[in-house]
Nanobody, 121 residues
Framework: QVRLVESGGGLVQAGDSRRLFCAASGRPFRDYSMGWFRQAPGKEREFVAAILTGYYPGYADSVKGRFTVSRDDAKNTMSLQMNGLKPEDTAVYYC???????????????WGQGTRVTVSS
């Protein structure tokens, strides 16, 4: 089992930056592909970013160039640096873990409880 806990959400203004954090406990963190998803009000959950140790991270087109995902396997943490936030980035952001890159993108094995980010215009 892997337990994921997000933090860092809040209310920000358009153009601001915000950093989200995900702390993991349980099975070895390094074994998992880790990622961020988000769900905006009235919309389906969507992929945001993912990272696997030793590989380049992947991003959704909507956040490419603005968001940066990183991980620290020694500390069992992952973060999402969000710059140039837009009102359309408003969503609940979820941390997720998958036993493979494909698994993470299609059906993650573990989810956090989510942290809300609200971007005002």
């Amino acid at each position: 089992q892997v337990r994921l806990v997000e933090s860092g959400g809040g209310l920000v203004q358009a153009g601001d930056s915000r950093r989200l954090f995900c702390a993991a406990s349980g099975r070895p963190f390094r074994d998992y592909s880790m990622g961020w998803f988000r769900q905006a009000p009235g919309k389906e959950r969507e992929f945001v970013a993912a990272i696997l140790t030793g590989y380049y991270p992947g991003y959704a087109d909507s956040v490419k160039g603005r968001f940066t995902v990183s991980r620290d396997d020694a500390k069992n943490t992952m973060s999402l640096q969000m710059n140039g936030l837009k009102p359309e980035d408003t969503a609940v952001y979820y941390c997720a873990a998958g036993q493979s890159w494909t698994r993470l993108k299609t059906n993650p094995d573990y989810w956090g409880q989510g942290t809300r980010v609200t971007v005002s215009s």
